[in-house]
DNA sequence: GTCTATAACGTGATAGAC
DNA sequence: GTCTATCACGTTATAGAC
């Protein structure tokens, strides 16, 4: 009567696809990186991966995050804001920036496109907006999500080497100063 | 001895197939456009679209530029280069970004992002450079040139709707003048 | 000999039978 | 869960037409 103890083998599996998944999208991108690849790193079948998650492109959608590296950058002090979130763009793990470029790079897709812009509008837009000050609050929150994407996007998409190897004070001199002026005028 | 005629009909067929592949790389993007539906638009057989391109990439490649939308922007007198800018990438011609937003979603591949880094450094970066003045010259004209990026990315990839739709002015104000920041300081 | 057409190969994602 | 089939894709081999 009493159920058996479930150990849910499932449940293991899923998660030794998603890790796969996320190490190898991340690495090589969406397109580069097969189902066949994703199975023999996790060491499962390939239709099981289908079966698990639907489809390719569900998976990514499900493991991927393309913003989370950088949000926590929005915390802190207004009028430093520009500084800090173009330090943390520069400095933080090179990880954060590929998977940005994973994500873009597959944004032709509707479901990653959409899960792209919630992603921006929930970790970035929403709540800049609620702490900027002025009437125009919404637009400058969205132009400050596009410069600094802008930024994120020469460092990873198309790889500016210049930028890449450039000192990083430079770049939070004129760039966080260009940014601070959207955030606080 | 006298060379023949040369009608070379088979300037004829790239021709068509070039604007063939304009055309719907424009409209689907890389991805979703095939060498079939390239060579039926084109109204002739897929096997000779890959005889006279190499590769559906290198059709690619040599079919669509993604920054010469906007390159004469960059003209002009330099303290007003921000709001000239942003204003002929938000009125301009929405194909100009469509065509923005395919390349950058097939810069995964190594040609396209070596055509879309020298498209930048050519028509936009070098340019700048050779126009803005102090020793930082240089880094401020690949930060500018990200922060215009940035726009069309938003406007182009992630598809910010409330950019899409806000009015023209108020983004000419604080974009417009957050760029001539890096222009002229 | 160059241009074109037909058919086929290899690989990818995915669906269905077992 | 696994295996096999299917279908679309880019690409190539090959052979015919001018």
Redesign the interface.
């Known amino acids: 009567m009493t159920p058996p103890p479930r150990p849910d083998r499932s449940a293991d599996v899923k998660d030794k696809i998603r890790s796969a998944a996320k190490r190898l999208f991340t690495a090589d ?4 990186t097969g189902i066949r690849d994703i199975a023999a790193e996790a060491g499962v079948n390939p239709a099981i991966v289908i079966r698990h998650f639907g489809s390719k492109e569900r998976l990514f959608v499900e493991t991927i995050d393309a913003n989370s590296s950088w949000s926590s950058a929005l915390e802190g002090p207004l009028d430093e804001i520009g500084e800090r979130l173009v330090r943390a763009v520069i400095t933080g793990r090179r990880n954060g920036l590929q998977v940005f470029g994973s994500v ?5 897709r509707a479901d990653v ?1 959409a899960h ?2 919630s992603s ?1 509008a929930q970790q970035f ?1 929403g709540p800049l907006a609620a702490r900027f000050a002025g009437d ?1 609050a ?3 929150a ?2 400050f ?7 994120m ?2 460092l990873s ?4 080497e ?2 890449i190897s ?1 000192s990083a004070d ?2 939070v001199e ?2 966080g ?3 601070q ?2 955030a606080t005028g």
Not at 29 to 32: K, R
Not at 104 to 108: I, N, T, Y
Not at 157 to 160: F, H, L, N, Q, S
Request: aromatic letters at 12%; charged letters at 20%.
């Open positions: 991108g969406f397109d580069a873009v790079r597959a944004s032709g496109r792209l812009q921006l837009v125009d919404e637009l400058r969205h132009l999500a596009a410069q600094a994407t802008g930024l996007f020469a998409v198309y790889d500016d210049y930028l450039a430079g770049i004129h760039y100063a260009s940014l002026r959207l």
